[in-house]
């Protein structure tokens, strides 16, 4: 059983502080961000979530998933503070107009507006496809921010999601696997893309997800032996031939391993690649890529 831990005000505006910190944004956006969020908090006043946080926890974990984990500019982690705001009717969204400096404000209020035309995203098995779908590509035209603030949004629910009641755990499940991983990888967002597939596969089949997961975690520092064992040597070579380099490894998540077991119809005992490893190398001079290139055509 889950125990739910409810936030206070207090704790909240303490993560507000230590998230803006965090920022890389410069001191004038920093003061920006600040704004936006006194803003947000005073305008979900009163306001708490279905698992009994205070509101404005949602938009602030949303912006931090947009500035820290996606790394965007300031004016998508202040239009995801605002986000939920433009949903309700009584709130005129000319309120940025007062609030921030003008070139700011036009921008806010055409991500806010985009926001609110996408609202529909959400009840994708009761709107027409091709209404759906136009939405989409429509949006993606106009400004992709608008398609990461919600992808944000749709993280920050599945993470939240056990307060939820089984039927609509299981739609708004159905809804993240079949549509916001598909985007999320579609735009580079291979991190969130996993998160969200397995966040979704924990609620539609709880126990194989629960059974993969413990294989996974039983099976981790084996991994990382043969993992540093295979790139030692890699490590030295580069190193003595003064490469920069990065080595990135994950561990394939959990929903990957099951898809790999029903397209290839085999056991989880049968699935061997786990691991997956990426070497990036700076050239050691300019036209040392185009240099490669050639010879791979030759």
Not at 28 to 48: M, V
Not at 64 to 78: E, M, Q, R, T
Not at 101 to 107: L, R
Request: charged fraction near 30%; proline fraction near 3%; include cysteine.
């Amino acid at each position: 059983m889950i125990e739910i831990v409810k936030l206070t005000e207090l704790e909240i505006d303490k993560k507000f502080e230590q998230f803006k910190e965090m920022c890389e944004y410069n001191t004038e956006e920093k003061k920006l961000l600040e704004k936006a969020y006194k803003i947000a908090k005073n305008g979900h006043k009163d306001h708490t979530r279905y698992n009994g946080d205070p509101f404005i926890n949602h938009p602030l974990e949303v912006a931090k998933i947009i500035a820290l984990d996606i790394g965007l500019p300031v004016i998508s982690a202040i239009s995801a503070l605002f986000h939920d705001l433009v949903m309700n009717p009584e709130i005129d969204i000319n309120f940025v107009d007062v609030s921030f400096p003008q070139e700011i404000a036009k921008d806010l209020k055409r991500i806010l507006k985009g926001l609110w035309r996408l609202k529909g995203i959400s009840n994708y098995f009761e709107t027409d496809k091709i209404t759906f779908y136009q939405k989409i590509i429509e949006t993606i035209a106009e400004d992709l921010q608008i398609i990461y603030i919600k992808i944000a949004d749709r993280l920050h629910n599945m993470r939240t999601l056990h307060s939820l009641e089984p039927y609509r755990k299981y739609k708004i499940s159905t809804e993240t696997l079949y549509i916001y991983g598909p985007l999320a990888e579609r735009l580079g967002l291979y991190k969130i893309k996993s998160e969200l597939e397995d966040q979704s596969f924990k609620y539609l089949d709880e126990k194989n997800y629960s059974i993969i997961k413990q294989k996974l975690k039983d099976s981790e520092q084996i991994n990382i032996m043969r993992l540093n064992k295979f790139t030692l040597p890699i490590i030295h070579f580069l190193r003595e031939n003064k490469y920069e380099f990065r080595i990135l490894s994950r561990q394939k998540s959990v929903y990957s391993t099951w898809k790999k077991m029903q397209t290839k119809n085999v056991t989880l005992d049968e699935v061997y690649d786990l691991l997956a490893m990426r070497i990036i190398i700076k050239p050691q001079k300019e036209n040392e890529i185009e240099e490669t290139d050639r010879k791979s055509v030759v």
